[in-house]
């Protein structure tokens, strides 16, 4: 199975700032690599596919990176709206796994 | 709009089966595989099931193969998950996802408890 290391569990910042989140699979997973929002009793959106595709009606300040097996979630210019957790998902084979998360506070 | 609607869930013992149904709206049910992904409280995210667009193909991960199966009906637009020898760590919030990308789409998710 692949594993995916998510980094950091969690963090700190203020609005306006810039962060990013990584994602470290087992092996290649072929930018086959999606990120995930997920607010408090809520289903998770998803944000970005294949690496890099920014989801429709997504803000543009998200993007993504990263190809083979290290992967990125940038956050531009930080709004209240975007505290939440972030997971990572491989949909490159069965068994899909996903990160265990990233929990962003807004200071 | 795509809508999917889980529903099914609630208390069972250890043991028992469960069914959960997700019924799905707003695009071309038949033309996409479908998923099962639970969250157990306060906990990530664990893919537990992907049916392919005819039926014919299904997937499980280790920690419910064999007890858990997925099946569809494209004429109703309906997803299922028959839980079987549940036990107490399936206890988890179980959502049904779908997309054309990945998993894109999801419902708001059903709560199953397993618990004597």
Known sequence: ?107 | EVQLVESGGGLVQPGRSLKLSCAASGFTFSNYYMAWVRQAPKKGLEWVATISTSGSRTYYPDSVKGRFTISRDNAKSSLYLQMNSLKSEDTATYYCASGRYSLDYWGQGVMVTVSS
């Open chain 1, 1 to 107: 199975d692949i594993q995916m290391t998510q980094s950091p569990a969690s963090l700190s910042a203020s609005l306006g700032e810039t962060v990013s989140i990584e994602c470290l699979a087992s092996e290649d997973i072929y930018n086959n690599l999606a990120w995930y929002q997920q607010k408090p009793g809520k289903s998770p959106q998803l944000l970005i596919y294949y690496a890099s595709s920014l989801q429709d009606g997504v803000p543009s300040r998200f993007s993504g990176s990263g190809s083979g097996t290290q992967y990125s979630l940038k956050i531009n210019s930080l709004e209240s709206e975007d505290a939440a957790t972030y997971f990572c998902l491989q949909d490159s084979e069965y068994p899909y796994t996903f990160g265990a998360g990233t929990k962003l506070e807004l200071k």
